[in-house]
């Protein structure tokens, strides 16, 4: 399972919808969170079937802008929880052992009313205990180093962000990829880079699904990069794991033997008994 998350700046155009169904197709992600959709349920419910998806909510868009939208397969046991125009809180397993929390998230765009973005983070954690992974364009950084050109950021204006974060108890993924998630080209050819979109998580969610990462994606149709999460340790039940040679098995007696003669007979012809020769870096030849 793995999670898509993107500002995609409005799916009227046909190119960004190609570019969405590409990303799909490429990383295969179970739960898509998509911010300012600028579009009305009739699209988003032709997206949903294109896009192969089972499950579809949406927040509607404002005077043809802002809306979001959540898409999931069924494999997923996912319960949507509230919701608002910045916001689409789920819960995966409700009712159940194991239970943990997932929320979609857009921070307003107009500076003046961004306190109100990080009063609903803290409205959200008071809501219930669970592990909690938020991700989406929170149109904040952190940190100044999380921007590049442009006019330097107020400290107060990112530390009521920082504030949010802490009461929140999440801590950043971190990322692969570009430093940075949005840009900007201006006509009298200055630019902007900053890192608007992030991954959160809190401790119980980190200790649950150790591991996980975040990758800023390639974007063409967007000045916003799309994030690919993939959490660890968060298979499907008809997930396999790929085979790993482990080298503690060298250890073992009569290890290198049972290897030996079983590369011996392998038949090419036959996948399942195929013996893939990248333990040749442990002696074996």
């Not at 699209?43 to 294109?50: A, E, F, P, W």
């Not at 109100?116 to 950084?141: A, H, K, Q, V, Y």
């Not at 590369?263 to 012809?269: F, H, L, N, Q």
């Amino acid at each position: 399972m793995s999670f898509l998350a993107w500002n995609c700046r409005g799916l009227g155009n046909p190119c960004t919808v190609r570019e969405l169904g590409d990303l799909i197709r490429a990383k295969d992600p179970s739960v898509v969170f998509l911010a300012e959709t600028w579009a009305d349920e009739a699209r988003l419910n032709d997206i949903k079937r294109n896009l192969s998806f089972d499950n579809l909510h949406f927040v509607e868009r404002i005077n043809r802008a802002g809306g979001l939208a959540l898409f999931w397969k069924d494999s997923v046991d996912l319960h949507v929880e509230t919701s608002s125009k910045n916001h689409i809180d789920a819960v995966v397993g409700k009712g159940k052992e194991g239970a943990w929390r997932i929320t979609g998230f857009y921070g307003e765009p107009v500076t003046h009313k961004r306190m109100e973005s990080w009063n609903l983070l803290r409205e959200l954690n008071s809501r219930m205990t669970l592990p909690w992974l938020c991700f989406g364009d929170f149109n904040e950084i952190i940190r100044q180093s999380e921007k590049l050109g442009g006019s330097v950021r107020s400290q107060a204006q990112m530390q009521i962000f920082r504030e949010a974060i802490d009461e929140c108890g999440f801590m950043d993924l971190g990322f692969t990829g570009s430093q940075f998630t949005w840009k900007r080209h201006f006509n009298d050819g200055h630019s902007v880079w900053e890192r608007l979109d992030r991954g959160m998580a809190n401790s119980d969610w980190l200790l649950k699904f150790a591991g996980t990462m975040v990758h800023h994606l390639s974007s063409f149709t967007s000045d916003h990069c799309p994030l690919w999460i993939v959490p660890r340790n968060l298979l499907s039940p008809s997930a396999s794991k790929p085979f790993r040679f482990e080298e503690m098995w060298l250890t073992e007696k009569g290890c290198t033997d049972t290897v030996q003669a079983v590369w011996a007979v392998s038949d090419p012809a036959d996948p399942g008994t195929k013996v893939i020769k990248k333990i040749e870096r442990c002696g074996i030849d």
